[in-house]
Every structure is written in C-alpha cells, then in structure tokens.
C-alpha cells in the first residue's frame, strides 16, 4: 500500500475546512451500521453482515479525516490514514484486504462466506477500543 502522502499528491485527498456536524454523522452511521449487522444471522446474510462491517468502518475512517481537515476519494486512502493514528501496518493491511474483498463483493458478484463475515466482525472488535478512543474525541469535540 502506497503512503497517506503519495494519495494527498495524487489528489485523491483534499485538504478542506474541519466539518465537525459531517465527522459526527459518519460516526453514528457507522455505529448503526454495526448494531444492525449485529441483528443479523451470518450464516443467511453473510454479504450483507460483510458490507455493514465494512461501510462502517469506513465511515469511522472517514470521521478520522474529516476532523483532521482531509476529504478521500479513495478507500485506499482512507484505511492507510489509520496510521497517522498509531494503527500498525497489520492491521491496515487486513482493513484493505476487506476493501478488495467488498469491491469484489459489490461490483463483480463474487460471493461472501459466513467465514468471511465472521472475520471482518473479530478484525472490528480487535480494533474496537482503539478506535473508540479517536472517535470518541471527535464526538466529545467542543467548539468556541
């Protein structure tokens, strides 16, 4: 994966003003997104539960660089964000791979399995509290 810099000189990343109402929207979208997938049985809807997990967490990245005065028009950008915030590259390396597997999923009919679902669900309780704690200092944001 390229770094966050090489996206930002492609122009696949934007600078822009802070938009404080947007971050916390794509929070509490993500948030929803996953209390729904949780309401869901894998094993019906693995495709679904995959996307859900995937679109949220995509959302929080998105959070991430909206609060830090960015815009992506790129997944790839969005996910090696992450490490400007302390992610290792492991785990930005997993976030891509559901990136390619989602694009798959989306735009060429492949197929999710329960296990796949499954995956995407343990990699966000991995990474569960760490990402908490940005996002919950975007939410907790107080303006003058």
Same mark, same amino acid.
């Given at each position: 994966?390229?770094?966050?810099?090489?996206?930002?000189?492609?122009?696949?990343?934007?600078?822009?003003?802070?938009?404080?109402?947007?971050?916390? &929207?794509?929070?509490?979208?993500?948030? =929803?997104?996953?209390?729904?997938?949780?309401? /869901?049985? +894998? @094993?019906? %809807?693995?495709?679904?539960?995959?996307?859900?997990?995937?679109?949220?967490?995509?959302?929080?990245?998105?959070?991430?660089?909206? &609060?830090?005065?960015?815009?992506?028009? =790129?997944?790839?950008?969005?996910?090696?964000? /992450?490490? +400007? @915030?302390? %992610?290792?590259?492991?785990?930005?390396?997993?976030?891509?791979?559901?990136?390619?597997?989602?694009?798959?999923?989306?735009?060429?009919?492949?197929?999710?399995?329960?296990?796949?679902?499954?995956?995407?669900?343990?990699?966000?309780?991995?990474?569960?509290?760490?990402?908490?704690?940005?996002?919950?200092?975007?939410?907790?944001?107080?303006?003058?």
């Amino acid at each position: 994966m390229e770094s966050f810099e090489f996206y930002l000189q492609k122009g696949d990343v934007k600078k822009v003003s802070v938009n404080l109402e947007r971050a916390r &929207f794509l929070i509490k979208d993500g948030k =929803s997104r996953i209390k729904d997938s949780n309401l /869901l049985d +894998k @094993k019906k %809807f693995p495709k679904i539960v995959f996307e859900n997990y995937y679109d949220a967490l995509r959302d929080f990245c998105d959070a991430i660089l909206i &609060f830090d005065g960015f815009k992506s028009f =790129s997944h790839e950008a969005s996910i090696v964000y /992450l490490g +400007k @915030k302390g %992610f290792d590259v492991s785990v930005i390396s997993r976030l891509d791979r559901f990136r390619y597997k989602r694009n798959g999923s989306k735009y060429y009919g492949e197929e999710i399995s329960v296990e796949e679902a499954k995956d995407i669900k343990e990699f966000y309780l991995e990474i569960k509290d760490k990402l908490i704690d940005i996002l919950k200092k975007i939410e907790n944001f107080k303006t003058c």
